[in-house]
Structures are given as structure tokens and as C-alpha cells.
T-cell receptor, first 112, second 111 residues
């Protein structure tokens, strides 16, 4: 039982490049979310999903896309990376009606 | 949209002193959760409060949910160096689909 697995752990991108941050959970959780964490700003919700085939925007969705084709996977796509997207990205999952989110270990992304 | 504010942003305490962080939401919440993040780590779930006026304890930690379900607090009695980290509250909206985090309170404990 691995929990929530995020890959890669570190990534450096050039401005304008695209990439996908991977997130997978093996707990059969319905809810999954992506957050970004910037110094002094806490965790801000990018996109979330309440089940396979269902996604919605959070507080800061611009520049990011998500899909949820399976219960297990919730990839986050950066369409055209910008320096403002330099951050630590966390994926989290929770069972519907469950008690709290389980977070992955994060992806530290730098855009130069 | 829903906003969750948390104060203070930072707190330095001497080991053995008490610590409290406060959380306020702009809207009524269905529940509130608390997380702890150690430096360099990821947030770890501590507890969830659901009922108006609810109080829960975990050893030296006491969590409260306000009567109006818009505010919450976390109190740590007699802090230890192992309590170091950032404590986040997170409020779930009444639709139940979004969890919004406060900005966190970073606790530093001097031995």
C-alpha cells in the first residue's frame, strides 16, 4: 500500500515548455486534488475531482489542465510553463465521507 | 469564493509554553480539518471537526470548532521541540467538494 505517489520529485523547466506531473493513489479514494504551495501563501487549490470522469477548477486553475480517466490517476498538465508556476505541487486524495486528505510527498518545480 | 484566514503567521515559543493558532472562514463550513507539515515534508492530517461547538483532544493538542461553524482553533499545551512545524486549518464548503486551506501558522520552539 503505497498511498499517494507523485512523480517526479524535482523538475526544472524552461519557460514555454509543457509537462505533466503524475499522481497515483492505491487506496480507491474518490476525491483527489492538486495544490500548490508557495512561501508564506499556504496551499492553494488548483483543480480537484470527486470521481473518475469529473473534474473542477479550484482557486488558481489558470495555466493547468487535469483529467481523471481512472480512480487511481490524476495527472496535472502545465500547458506552457511560466516562472510564476515555480512552486511545490502536492497531490492529495481522500475517500468520500472520509476523515482527511492523504498527501503525496510533492513535486518541486522550477521554471527558468 | 471561500476564504480561510489563519493567525498568527509565525509563533516563537520557549519549550514548555503553550501555543494557539486561530482559523476564520468567510463562509459557514461543513467541517474543518487540521494538518501539520514538518519542514521539508508534506501536510499530515491531524483531525476533523464536524459539529458546531465541537471540542476534540489529542494528548496535548485541543481542537475547537466554533458555534457558527466559521472559526476554529488549535491549542498545544506545554510545547515540545517535536511540535515544530506549520499547522494548517482547512475548511470544507457546504457542497462538500472543495477543501480550502488557511495560510498556516509556523511554530518554532526554543529548547
Amino acid at each position: 500500500n503505497a498511498g499517494v505517489t507523485q512523480t517526479p520529485k524535482f523538475q526544472v523547466l524552461k519557460t514555454g515548455q509543457s509537462m505533466t506531473l503524475q499522481c497515483a493513489q492505491d487506496m480507491n479514494h474518490e476525491y483527489m486534488s492538486w495544490y500548490r504551495q508557495d512561501p508564506g501563501m499556504g496551499l492553494r487549490l488548483i483543480h480537484y475531482s470527486v470521481g473518475a470522469g469529473i473534474t473542477d477548477q479550484g482557486e488558481v486553475p489558470n495555466g493547468y489542465n487535469v483529467s481523471r480517466s481512472t480512480t487511481e490517476d490524476f495527472p496535472l498538465r502545465l500547458l506552457s510553463a511560466a516562472p510564476s508556476q515555480t512552486s511545490v505541487y502536492f497531490c492529495a486524495s481522500q475517500a468520500a465521507g472520509g476523515m482527511g486528505y492523504t498527501f503525496g510527498s510533492g513535486t518541486r518545480l522550477t521554471v527558468v | 469564493g471561500q476564504q480561510v484566514m489563519q493567525i498568527p503567521q509565525y509563533q516563537h515559543v520557549q519549550e514548555g509554553e503553550d501555543f494557539t493558532t486561530y482559523c476564520n472562514s468567510s463562509t459557514t463550513l461543513s467541517n474543518i480539518q487540521w494538518y501539520k507539515q514538518r519542514p521539508g515534508g508534506h501536510p499530515v492530517f491531524l483531525i476533523q471537526l464536524v459539529k458546531s461547538g465541537e471540542v476534540k483532544k489529542q494528548k496535548r493538542l485541543t481542537f475547537q470548532f466554533g458555534e457558527a461553524k466559521k472559526n476554529s482553533s488549535l491549542h498545544i499545551t506545554a510545547t515540545q521541540t517535536t511540535d515544530v512545524g506549520t499547522y494548517f486549518c482547512a475548511g470544507r464548503n457546504n457542497a462538500g467538494n472543495m477543501l480550502t486551506f488557511g495560510g498556516g501558522t509556523r511554530l518554532m520552539v526554543k529548547p
